[in-house]
């Protein structure tokens, strides 16, 4: 309801600018294990796109070297426009680009509401001093953080949760409290990296749909990791598939769907799940 | 309008506490003053370093250092400034004035070399780091015990008297504030977030490296103020005050009280010197009960006494006490 | 030139000291992620192991060979068994928790044993035990004979101390290359968790990874005091430091780095106090570890492992 009161207000009606997130031939090396090769992206602004392969294909290591948790061993990342290779991601968050972790990274002790002001935090404006100070301005500063955390919260479904600590809520909403949280920093381009892992199906569709509404009530451009790809097909506009760190394809998901390299990386997942063989879903805290 | 009123909000804590150590202060014997001098010392210490340890989850051994880098100072301002008696000016006035200055000045050192250690330390993973600040640590006391003009080994005597119930535990005042209204402000949320899972808080926007530097600096200028404060208490400045088991004390204290607590760090480090100010008389084993403790509560309570609660937090919720996050 | 080799003499002798120690933070670490702050406290047992059995035996009076060798196998012994009962009951308690949880244990452990000795005695043995805080005496196992070779003053003591501590070494690197426990060893310090999955007892090869060290740290301690015999409950404090700073040098977790390490800084120590500031000895250890963990934190020898996220 609130939803675009709080919205970035990023990428507003610049159509045909440059895109939010690009990379190029972006590649990381672990000694001698090549992970991810000559990685390629372009994110125009309120794109949804899916990032998919089988496991260890990539993607999140494609995220991490995004993002700024690994610096690239080559090729050049760009967020809108500049190039952010070899920045700390403080600073890549900083110039819009917010992520989620596979393997959910709240911070456990604290509320979800801390969880969330600890990520509206780029946008508070009182120092050190004035906080220690008390000063009016700081008041102010907090309650204003605390209010926009709060919106976040609703936003995710998530007030009723406000003053628990984030360690004991439901594995779904942890979910979707990181969501929140990485809204709450303001992003242009958000990275979700496998949202959906450990739930079940009616919850996953149900979150997808959430994604969708929250890239169309912020504007934002979101890149989704996914590891189901008929659940991801849904929703995005394209998808880039990696496999051994190797990008076999990309395109809409109509086109990806049919290309044999996808069908053979996937072979005794997905591809069976489209023939309608029983494959078992909920598969919690797998990797990739 | 707002600037006095402003003014009064922030120093309100001081405001109503001066009097009223004050007039304790004259109840007080000698030998009372002086434990509970110690005890605030020892409170100011574990408080500021629970800001670091505690809130922020990095872990630091070597907090003697910094007294000593603030205790120095401080002697050194009173001992130049001692005779310095202006005309017009009442003397205990100029004194008091003069220790005001001494002690500032012994935060602002300390707080320098806390940036100087925390620069180059605070990049490395909790157990390095611990052994980093130890041997900052000693080389702060090697320094010391080398250089003349502080002494050498044999240190700094003659100092005057000057650290009275209402300093130490003014100084007392001052630290917790800070302590409290850090952990109000956003800023202490982004150390809780540090501690609590360095990688998110990073992808966050949080500069983990300059907020535990801060963190750190802000911790050694109170941990400056106690060591100034302990100097002029005991009127003798000696490396030998500020060796690494000091700083071993000071730790002990934040995990007896409960490592994020602030009141629990206060209530530790203030029952463990009353606690050890009665086994005076068994000064030897003073020690091993200290590292019984230690390992004692690691295997049976490893989160101190209060974990990181607040001794209010067990109080019923009153209808007055507003939830902070409702804000003014 | 005969000062340098005179510091080379020196430098080597305290370096293999360090080398020895280091090995059990080394180790321990590599098993465990765990710095074990006692570790320079079992050193200081060693010594004072060693003190008691050779007053027990005699060995002040008339020092024979086996009454040396009865005080070197005694004090491994017991030293052995102290760093068992110590990961025993101190340390495998808290192994599911927090690594700081660990440390601060091991912290209380170095007091309890620092402080624990210091107490005042209890009369019950000629020898008074617990020792008290005033230094003692190690009785000299063998007559000095020293040398002058150019210039250079060298001891037998430093010849034997050289001998024992490189055959210790040597020794250790079959045990840890060479055998099903090494093997073990290595296993569990790379992965701990799969190692137990594949069979591997990790309990059993933790304490004995402990035993290991702490049987080493008794034998720096004894070639320590039989040529400066003065030996007090805080001589473990700056060794054990140092050592520490050695194992981190040579990289931490490294079993040959170890060995580097220890000998390295045993030579800087020497050269920097003999030529430049002498006063500043205690310090340098302190100012190497800090500039390793800025340049190469992994150490020399020593690999990054990325945290995974």
Redesign the interface.
Known sequence: MSAAGVAAPAAGGEGGAAPVLEARGVTMRFGGLQALAAFDLRLEPRELVGLIGPNGAGKTTAFNAITGVYAPTGGEVRVGGARVNGERPHQICARGVARTFQNIRLFKELSALDNVRVACHLGARAGWAAALALTGGFLRDEARLTRRAGEFLAVMGLAHRRDEPAKGLPYGEQRRLEIARALATGPKVLCLDEPAAGMNASEKVALMELIRKIRDDFGLAILVIEHDMRLVMGVSERLVVLDHGVTIARGTPEAVRRDPKVIEAYLGDSYLEERHIAVPDDRPGRKS | MRAPGLALRSLLPFLLGLPALLALQGSLSDFWASVLITAGVNVILAVSLNVVNGFTGQFSIGHAGFMAVGAYTAAKITLAAAGWAPAGLPPRLADGAVFLLALLAGMVTAALAGLLVGMPSLRLRGDYLAIVTLGFNEIIRVIIENTAFLGRATGLSGLPRRTTFAWAWMGVIATVVMARRLLGSTHGRALLAIREDEVAAEAMGVDTTGYKVKAFVVSSAFAGLAGGLLVHLIQLCTPRTFTFVKSIEVVVMVVLGGLGSVTGSAVAAFGLTLALEGLREVQEYRMVAYSLLLIVLMLTRPTGLFGTREAWDWLPRLPWRRRPEEGA | MTEFLQHLVNGLSVGTIYALIALGYTMVYGVLK??NFAHGDVYMVGAFSGYYIAHALGAGDRPTLPKALAVFVGSMVVCGALGAAIERF?YR??RA?????????A??????L???F???SFGLTTQPFPPGPTPRFFPQPFARVSWSLGGVELSNYDVVSFAVAFGFMLLLQLVVYRTRFGRAMRAVSFDAQVAGLMGINVNRVIAGTFVLGSVLASVAALLVAGSRPTINPLMGLMPG?KA??AA?FGGIGNVPGAMVGGLVLGLAEEYVAGYLLS??R??I???I??VV??VR?EGLFGRVR??K?
């Open positions: 765990l710095i101190a308690p808290l928790r927090p690594r700081l949880t660990a440390l601060i244990t912290i209380g452990v170095s007091f309890l620092e402080y624990g210091q107490l005042p430091l520490f700073v981190v006063s500043y205690d310090a250890a302190f100012a570890l800090i963990l800025l934190p990325a945290e996220v």
